[in-house]
T-cell receptor, first 113, second 115 residues
């Protein structure tokens, strides 16, 4: 049972464009939503995270948009760069599961120069 | 400071063999985790440890065991490997226990192939 559904599976964007990755969740108890970035041959690293008390969080070129009623959240990468080419994972957790992270299936982003 | 180290980097293993994946962290983090990463499935939690001396089961614990004798080390053992355990395994740690939203820091991974 996949509690966090992520799309698209892969994404190709031109340099300077906007990359958008979407996630939807089922468990309404989830209250922490991080995004992880993974480069080839490396472990994932936290990129940005949001709690449902805000609808948007921005850090540099990366923005999380959160829609609690729709149970959806998305990552927007503005002015995408070739160095952003990586696999991105959304995740979610709640206190009742000892804060175990439930990950989405991942999106492989390629930014063309 | 290395953060999290994992060994081996990669391994090819015959089915039925026993294998221990090693994980060491130097950040004095309380919580440690083992995940497996499979294409199209993301990362799935195998086992976790809230603090030295305690362990817990994650989403996919069958066929795996862990121990946490001290703060720094969290080995993952496959008692009798099967081909379905072919995967990339990541160890992670976070400062406080699993009840917090502290950032999880991941190691570089171990690529395991079971034939």
């Amino acid at each position: 049972q996949q509690q966090v559904k992520q799309s698209p599976q892969s994404l190709i964007v031109q340099k300077g464009g906007i990359s958008i990755i979407n996630c939807a969740y089922e468990n309404t108890a989830f209250d922490y939503f991080p995004w992880y970035q993974q480069f080839p041959g490396k472990g994932p690293a936290l990129l940005i995270a949001i709690r449902p008390d805000v609808s948007e969080k921005k850090e540099g070129r990366f923005t999380i948009s959160f829609n609690k009623s729709a149970k959806q959240f998305s990552l927007h990468i503005m002015d995408s760069q070739p160095g952003d080419s990586a696999t991105y994972f959304c995740a979610a957790s709640w206190s009742g599961s000892a804060r175990q992270l439930t990950f989405g299936s991942g999106t492989q982003l390629t930014v063309l120069p | 400071i290395a953060g999290i180290t994992q060994a081996p980097t990669s391994q090819i293993l015959a089915a039925g063999r026993r294998m221990t994946l090693r994980c060491t962290q130097d950040m004095r983090h309380n919580a440690m985790y083992w995940y497996r990463q499979d294409l199209g499935l993301g990362l799935r939690l195998i086992h976790y440890s809230n603090t030295a001396g305690t362990t817990g089961k994650g989403e996919v614990p069958d066929g795996y065991s862990v121990s946490r004798a001290n703060t720094d080390d969290f080995p993952l053992t496959l008692a009798s490997a099967v081909p379905s355990q072919t995967s990339v395994y990541f160890c992670a740690s976070s400062a406080r226990g699993t009840g917090s939203t502290d950032t999880q820091y991941f190691g570089p991974g171990t690529r395991l192939t079971v034939l």
